[in-house]
């Protein structure tokens, strides 16, 4: 099957592809080679030349359109966890969306720049009453940077939660450190009725895990030591990190993630939730952004 974006950004490095049902945009630079998807506007892969994969995918994942593909980078927008409404999907629904594609760009730096959106239609009105527009600028560089652009179309102000649900490829979450949630609000959703706390420790994996850190807004390093790396994860307009890793018993219910494949990743979210949520004027627009890099170990 050919895309239908193929002649119109016809731009050396950059091919349109599908798998099943799931188009893929397929991006290889000086720096990196990487994968995303239209549905959800997901990145699948990122990998910096001679290096190992930053992200994670299931082998079970279904690229069948009928969900997300489980893994990559999905958005989770205009709520994060839980709806506050029986019957709506968790994580929003724009993770199920199929995306345009506005622009495939190289830039003079040799960086390539993908600019993907969605906007309201009848379905997310019937979901989410308050239209509004989405776009997500991707740049595939040196580091992985990821732009989303909420935009307020309705005449009145609204709020929205929202998370970039990154799931990174580890070599062992087990007992790994996550550095730079010190000091934050943490919020153990794995113990309902625990309050929240501020975390005074480095935090360290120890699956099964599913907490939110509020009031976080600083830089945090994934220090993923059987790979002899560590993952940077810079951030802008941000407050909030959430970690997550199902461990050996929750990862049984999840049909597209294998049983023992929960010790190949770890989700770690920027973005802002529950009460970091943010409120947008009518007509305005915020800004979440994040940059993952890959370094040596200190
Ligand atoms: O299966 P989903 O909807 O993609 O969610 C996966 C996980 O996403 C995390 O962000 C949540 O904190 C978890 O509670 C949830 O289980």
Request: hydrophobic share 40%; with cysteine.
């Amino acid at each position: 099957m050919t895309s239908r974006y193929q002649e119109q950004f016809s731009v050396e490095g950059i091919k349109f592809t599908h798998r099943e049902k799931v188009e893929l945009i397929e991006i290889d630079n000086a720096f990196a080679k990487a994968t995303i998807t239209t549905l959800g506007g997901s990145v699948l892969s990122f990998m910096p030349k001679g290096q190992k994969d930053l992200l994670w995918v299931s082998d079970t994942a279904v690229y069948d359109g009928s969900k997300p593909v489980r893994g990559g980078v999905p958005v989770c927008w205009p709520w994060f966890g839980a709806a506050k409404q029986a019957g709506l999907p968790a994580h929003g629904f724009v993770r199920s969306m199929v995306w345009n594609v506005e622009k495939a760009v190289h830039l003079d730096t040799g960086a390539t720049r993908v600019l993907l959106a969605c906007e309201s239609d009848e379905n997310t009105m019937a979901q989410w009453p308050h239209p509004f527009s989405l776009k997500l600028c991707i740049e595939i560089g040196e580091s992985l940077i990821l732009t989303l652009i909420s935009a307020n179309l309705s005449d009145e102000s609204i709020d929205i939660t929202e998370a970039l649900h990154t799931y990174f490829a580890v070599a062992n979450p087990v007992g790994m450190q996550i550095k730079g949630l010190e000091k934050s609000t943490h919020l153990d959703k794995l113990a309902s009725d625990a309050p929240a706390e501020i975390q005074n420790e480095i935090v360290v994996l120890n699956p099964p895990k599913d907490s939110v850190y509020l009031n976080q807004t600083g830089t945090v390093a994934i220090i993923d030591a059987d790979n002899n790396r560590q993952i940077i994860i810079e951030k802008r307009n941000s407050q909030s990190s959430v970690v997550w890793n199902p461990g050996p018993e929750i990862v049984k219910g999840f049909a597209d993630i294998d049983d023992q494949a929960w010790l190949e990743f770890a989700c770690v979210e920027s973005g802002n939730v529950l009460d970091n949520f943010i409120t947008l004027p009518s007509k305005a627009e915020h800004m979440l952004s994040v940059q993952y890099s890959i370094e040596p170990l200190a």
